[in-house]
T-cell receptor
Framework: DAGVTQSPTHLIKTRGQHVTLRCSPI?????VSWYQQVLGQGPQFIFQ???????GRGNFPDRFSARQFPNYSSELNVNALLLGDSALYLC?????????????FGDGTRLSIL | AQSVTQLDSQVPVFEEAPVELRCNYS??????LFWYVQYPNQGLQLLLK??????LVESINGFEAEFNKSQTSFHLRKPSVHISDTAEYFC???????????????FGKGTKLSVIP
């Protein structure tokens, strides 16, 4: 069975640009979460979606937005990119997103801002 | 809100020696506890989890962790490490309830385990 897939794997952007990252969950999983992992730090929670509804949001500015599609895939959008947005962006899926369910992570998208 | 402290950023250990990676957490509510492992250029893989019941949990590859509520700790141990265990290990918690604020994992900063031949 395919795991969580993310695209692209690497991306280089300049300050002020916009970026869209994509995630396909494991088949049957209806919840997708997004995390930002800055070099040398643990992942930080950005969003969780379940059945196309936002169910949780971390402490990130409004430049960050996301959505979930009817097939449960998801997009993370970041506007007006800053140097500090350089990070590994991880997507995780689980059956329903409840806190007692393990989250399955993709290999991430490495975003570099020049 | 929850927080996780991993006291050691790097742990070097010789092959076949035992290792302990320390994790302490802070929370005003009951939590579920997790250890994830991250190999270079990869995402995180769940190593083991504590939800309820026995405070000692084990993984299939020889790691174990013990939940200590009084010390708010969830230390990870392995009696004999292999070269292939070289990776970064993250401790994480999530609130043990359903509802607003419960859907996120809070991670520590990670511990890099280096196994020396």
């Amino acid at each position: 069975d395919a795991g969580v897939t993310q695209s692209p794997t690497h991306l280089i952007k300049t300050r002020g640009q916009h970026v869209t990252l994509r995630c396909s969950p494991i088949s049957g999983h209806k919840s997708v979460s997004w995390y930002q992992q800055v070099l040398g730090q643990g992942p930080q929670f950005i969003f969780q979606y379940y059945e196309k509804e936002e169910r949780g949001r971390g402490n990130f500015p409004d430049r960050f937005s996301a959505r979930q599609f009817p097939n449960y895939s998801s997009e993370l959008n970041v506007n007006a990119l800053l140097l500090g947005d350089s990070a590994l962006y991880l997507c995780a899926s689980s059956l329903t997103g409840l806190s007692n369910q393990p989250q399955h992570f993709g290999d991430g998208t490495r975003l570099s801002i020049l | 809100a929850q927080s996780v402290t991993q006291l050691d950023s790097q742990v070097p250990v010789f092959e076949e020696a035992p290792v302990e990676l320390r994790c302490n957490y802070s929370s005003s509510v009951s939590v579920y506890l997790f250890w994830y492992v991250q190999y270079p250029n990869q995402g995180l893989q769940l190593l083991l989890k504590y939800l309820s019941g026995s405070t000692l949990v084990e993984s299939i590859n020889g790691f174990e962790a013990e939940f200590n509520k009084s010390q708010t700790s969830f230390h990870l141990r392995k009696p004999s490490v292999h070269i292939s265990d070289t990776a970064e290990y993250f401790c994480a918690v999530s609130p043990a309830y359903s509802g607003a604020g419960s859907y996120q994992l809070t991670f520590g900063k990670g511990t890099k385990l280096s196994v020396i031949p």
